[in-house]
């Protein structure tokens, strides 16, 4: 695989585990004790940390794009094991 492939899937990765992370530990004002703001929704967060939330995702994409690697290298989960309905060993015997 071409680095520069890698790198793109790599930002795909990191894209998606944005809202794999986004909703964990969040605390909405009313839950942290604080006072609302005019015009404050109640589920809006209490104190959004960007640094936290990016470390968090750059964690959860590097881990995720690694398994991907591996996969990718070692075979581990192929299109034939995922092939439920054996249409890809039917179209092997035409």
Known sequence: MRW???????????AFSVFLVLPFGVRTTHEAGGDYVPG???????????GR???????????????FQLNY???????????IAGRIEAERAR
């Open 4 to 14: 520069t492939s890698a790198l793109a899937i790599y930002i795909l990765f990191w």
């Open 40 to 50: 404050q929704a109640e589920s809006a967060p209490h104190e959004f940390r960007l």
């Open 53 to 67: 939330v990016v470390l968090w995702v750059t964690v959860v994409a590097t881990t995720l794009f690694v398994l």
């Open 73 to 83: 290298y070692y075979g581990w989960i192929t299109p034939q094991t995922m092939d």
